[in-house]
């Protein structure tokens, strides 16, 4: 297994020291413009109004892909036709160490309805909304290369 590097969230701040590494399924819902799903995470749960990817944990048993069709489906009402797992990140927040396994999706049916009372934006480089979750960071990095790649390949 390759090391994993791990994102330390508020490292000020105490945190149990056995604390288990849970699994969790992120949607990267993307448009044909580039654009991009982030929710915001609801009251009463860890960084409640921070905007974040839709997703997560995994329930026994469940692949990351069978987690992410159940939580869409749970949160945002929709049902996912496909998705392809895309980069994992690990992220140890206060409350919980995170593996977030992003995977993006285009194709989904059903309208999106924020059943959670969360709010929702479709969003592009750079992100209009604020706060955004530190576990939602690495992800908007990783579109800032992919799009600084395609602009280097389309030189004159």
């Known amino acids: 297994m390759r090391n994993v590097d791990v994102r330390v969230v508020d490292a000020d701040q105490p945190r149990s020291v056995d ?5 969790v399924a992120v949607g990267v819902l993307m448009q044909a413009d580039d654009s ?12 409640a109004g921070y905007w974040e990817f839709p ?3 995994l329930e026994a048993g469940e692949t990351v892909e069978q987690a992410l069709r159940r939580e869409l489906q749970e949160e945002i009402g929709i049902t996912i036709q496909d ?9 140890d927040y206060p409350h919980a160490l995170v593996q977030l396994n992003f995977c993006k999706v285009t194709q989904w049916t059903g309208e999106l ?13 750079p992100v209009t909304v604020t706060p955004v979750l530190p576990g ?4 908007l990095q990783w579109f800032a290369q992919e799009r600084k790649f ?5 030189t004159a």
């Open 19 to 23: 604390r288990n590494l849970v699994q």
């Open 36 to 47: 991009f799903l982030l929710t915001s995470r609801p009251e009463g749960k860890a960084y």
């Open 55 to 57: 997703g997560g944990k």
């Open 83 to 91: 998705c392809t797992l895309w980069k994992t990140e690990r992220i």
């Open 113 to 125: 309805q924020m059943l959670e009372s969360q709010s929702s934006a479709w969003q592009q480089l």
């Open 136 to 139: 939602t960071v690495p992800v």
């Open 150 to 154: 395609e602009g280097d390949t389309h």
